[in-house]
């Protein structure tokens, strides 16, 4: 049986961590807007695909995955598109 993991997204490991585009706002890190990166490195993670949410974000950004906020900054209306 698999033990499940647990990727908090305030983790000092990665939280700082921008997510998606390079050129996204400064507000886009793992640690503010990072929830379903380190929910989708979980359930990776569970299916034997054992990946950070660091890792997750960089799999997502090659395969052309962007994150991206609201104009305000507010990582509430945050979205991946291409």
Same mark, same amino acid.
């Given at each position: 049986m698999r033990v499940a993991v647990a990727y908090g997204q305030g983790d000092g490991r990665w939280a700082g961590e921008r997510l998606g585009d390079w050129s996204a706002a400064a507000?886009?890190?793992?640690?503010?807007?990072?929830?379903?990166?380190?929910?989708? *490195?979980?359930? *990776?993670? *569970?299916?034997?695909?054992g990946v950070t949410p660091v890792e997750m974000s960089g799999e997502l950004r090659e395969r052309g995955m962007t994150a991206f906020g609201s104009q305000s900054g507010s990582c509430r209306n945050n979205a991946w598109g291409a």
């Open positions: 507000e886009s890190t793992i640690g503010r807007c990072g929830c379903y990166v380190c929910c989708l *490195a979980m359930v *990776a993670t *569970a299916f034997g695909h």
